[in-house]
């Protein structure tokens, strides 16, 4: 697992991997000391100054973890409240307009979200679309047909990729890739795709295709390093069978370590996609920072995460701050939308697998 | 048992040791500020240097940025702030307390370009900045420039406007100008740290505007006058308003504050671009020290008392090695005596 997942992702990256290791852990339990077995005994069976040393132990350890866990849940609420009383103002003043309007005017005090919501959402769109075949391909390679050399080898060098800040993928983006969008890459699907409406308009180099381009290189190592985790936990029996059945290497690896690993895999998805939404350093060096729709994706674009990093610092006055925050609490919002949805997904996935089982 | 005995021993030896450390620490006098980051070499250095005349004295500084510096000094949570651009009517009434103005130096904007095939010094009118910045003029081959570049072939390439994405003071002083010479600009823009621009792409700090001028064929950008030096950026000369095409330089900045120090308002808080002088640079800035007038804790008040008066007086020698403008003489004399003014 790459280093700094955020504790807010660890509930549902663990849920993912909830059903693999089931198996585990029933062979752990049955390979547990006879003593610790005993303790599912009534207790009039063992001296009773050994149970209450075992209870505290469990009470304690219960304590401990609750808290833990308790703790997660009271900083998401803490933040969400503090979140909403800062935009309380921006809310007063703009309601639903704050959403849906396009004009973002410090000056004059006149602020909407729409083309931040728009670019957050565009910009994590191309990154997904560039990164799952990438990752998911990469992932099966390493898993399931590199040696292992080579798949420790790479192993290393994508969790080193995740580990790299997100500055140092700006300045890539802006000293390399963007000189190569606007000479060769951009220009090219210009020349060969220019008739559509997503690829009109001038091409700079900086823009929201960029922006994509550098937010997919950024999300590929957690999409690969998690789902290659969650298919080498794909038990042996489960191969086997497939392969006494008859089928063939890719058929298996498709047809049942793919569909076994399918939750964990699709929770690797989303995390890269949280990851996407919050990216702000690398993407505000590269998109061209211009608050505006438009159908090009040669066009610049700005999200939400750059916005607030970009104009906090300088922002004076109740109602600019204000509606700075409000723009937080939307990305908020949205993130745990996003998430929501997620759940589902995983959830009608695992329910469908188990009613075909 | 002797281990541990040896163990403890050295453990109180430690423990010994800060307190022997900490008492000093407890004497020195703190003081903490935090602000504008365009002036934060110059800052660093100055309280470095008088950290070094008065080991007894540390001035710490936070370059967090003009607003945010603006926000903790009303907050109190810093003992004074900083800034680029002066604090507003409005924001002085939330201060419990009066808070005054001193500049400290002078910076500047400047234009920057990337045209392929043109390594000359342009000449800029406030109408072409203006006009570029609006989006009205969109070629580089606009009469609006060829006329005053009789002796450059400017191509006709489509301008790429280029601003700054993040709040900052040097985006106050471009808008600042742009607003004084054009009242289209001042009812549709305005000025302000950010603003909504009607044209270009933005980016991400003085090196993020660079980066984009640099690698896009026909860019137009500005810069503060202290990054173009430090990075032999080319700049363009602009028209003042005595009509002169003035290249910045530390000599002009510091005329165009000399030519509006004879209106200096007795709160400092004052604009300086478009400044009268026949050899003013029209884009420059004061960056002003925010100090309320009442100090309560008595040695900080005497502490900044004498930083001030050290600041404009031998501070300003290390202001022009950190390519800054020094203050003009008639700012200092004006500054000494509302220095005066501070009560602790």
Redesign the interface.
Known sequence: MPAGLGARFQPRFFEANYWISLTPMNEQIATQPPEIVALSAPPSLLSSSWTRRIRMGDLVARGITFLAALSVLVITVALAWELYKGSVPSIKEFGWKFITQK??????LSFGSITFLFGTLITSVIALLLAVPVGIGAAIFLAELAPRAISSALTFVIELLAAVPSVIYGLLG??VL??FM?EHGGASLKAALGFLPIFSG?N???GVLTAGIVLAVMIVPFIISISREVLLAVPREQREASMALGATHWETTWHVAMVYARSGIFGSIFLALARALGETMAV??VI???PQISASLFA?G?TMA?VI?????????DLYLSALVEIGLLLFVMTMIINALARLLIWSTVRKQGAAA | MKNIVRALGAILMLLGLFVVTAVPARAQAQLNGAGATFPYPIYSKWFDEYHKMHPDIQINYQSIGSGGGIRQLLERTVDFGASDGPMTDEQLRQAKTPILHFPTVLGADVPTYNIPGVNAELNFTPDALVGIFLGRITKWNDPAITRENPSVTLPAQDIVVVHRSDGSGTTYIWTDYLSKVSTEWQTKVGKGTSVQWPVGLGGKGNEGVTGVVKQTPGAMGYVELIYAIQNKLPYGRVKNAAGVFVKADLNSVTEAAQGAAANMPDDFRVSITNAPGKGSYPISSFTWLLIPQQITAADKGKVLVDFLKWMVGDGQKFATALAYAPLPKAVVAKEEKAIARIKY
């Open positions: 004009t973002w005017d410090p000056v004059f802006i000293f963007v000189p606007r001038p700079y180099g900086v505000t060096m061209g920072n211009t610049p700005y750059a990093a970009n104009e906090f610092t300088e922002a004076t006055g």
